[in-house]
T-cell receptor, first 117, second 110 residues
Framework: GAVVSQHPSWVICKSGTSVKIECRSL??????MFWYRQFPKQSLMLMAT?????????EQGVEKDKFLINHASLTLSTLTVTSAHPEDSSFYIC?????????????FGPGTRLTVT | QKEVEQNSGPLSVPEGAIASLNCTYS??????FFWYRQYSGKSPELIMF????GDKEDGRFTAQLNKASQYVSLLIRDSQPSDSATYLC??????????FGAGTTVTVRA
């Protein structure tokens, strides 16, 4: 199956600093990737759609200036949490649809656990 | 009203039994339905998807879809301790923007 990786798997940062999370498709090209956020004991919420060669599209309520997304190549999307605060502490997960998907199935990366102190 | 609702659980079943998970959705235009398994501290893993009314079987898993009732279910036969996880139901109309339910936690007792 399609493999999606993320780096780092966990990160701790101080309030006010910025953190970059990478999402890579390892064995396929992904013109579109998705970023989700999951708070403890809650389900996944879609934050934004990352588009190679164009601007990301953000879901309602997600601040685009705080969560910067760059789809640098057909295999890499990055999410930068700028001026992080403790309320940004969460599990960030990216996903990508595999090539040749018959429908809208997606494969998720392993996730990045962010803790802001 | 939440877009996707799942039975709250937790659901505890003995090893070898059938675990039955339910999911209802509010958007009648939904066309694609997914079941993901999520182990504690890990990201979701796709286990089933279904697009047409009826049953779809894959190994010990069977997904059932009834669009008229806006209902999708997942049956896990011969449940194993390794099936202990949270199961997420997700739906979408016709794009990759998935709406997830809150999940049902399943515990399989050895």
């Amino acid at each position: 199956g399609a493999v999606v990786s993320q780096h780092p798997s966990w990160v701790i940062c101080k309030s006010g600093t910025s953190v970059k999370i990478e999402c890579r498709s390892l064995d396929f090209q992904a013109t579109t990737m998705f970023w989700y956020r999951q708070f403890p004991k809650q389900s996944l919420m879609l934050m934004a759609t990352s588009n190679e060669g164009s601007k990301a599209t953000y879901e309602q309520g997600v601040e685009k200036d705080k969560f910067l997304i760059n789809h640098a190549s057909l295999t890499l999307s990055t999410l930068t949490v700028t001026s992080a605060h403790p309320e940004d502490s969460s599990f960030y997960i990216c996903s990508a649809p595999p090539q040749g998907a018959r429908g809208f199935e997606q494969y998720f990366g392993p996730g990045t656990r962010l803790t802001v102190t | 009203q939440k877009e996707v609702e799942q039975n709250s659980g937790p659901l505890s079943v003995p090893e070898g039994a059938i675990a039955s998970l339910n999911c209802t959705y509010s958007d009648r235009g939904s066309q694609s339905f997914f079941w993901y398994r999520q182990y504690s501290g890990k990201s979701p893993e796709l286990i089933m998807f279904i697009y047409s009314n009826g049953d779809k079987e894959d190994g010990r898993f069977t997904a059932q879809l009834n669009k008229a009732s806006q209902y999708v279910s997942l049956l896990i036969r011969d449940s194993q301790p390794s099936d202990s996880a949270t199961y997420l139901c997700a739906v979408t109309r016709n794009d990759y923007k998935l709406s997830f339910g809150a999940g049902t936690t399943v515990t399989v007792r050895a």
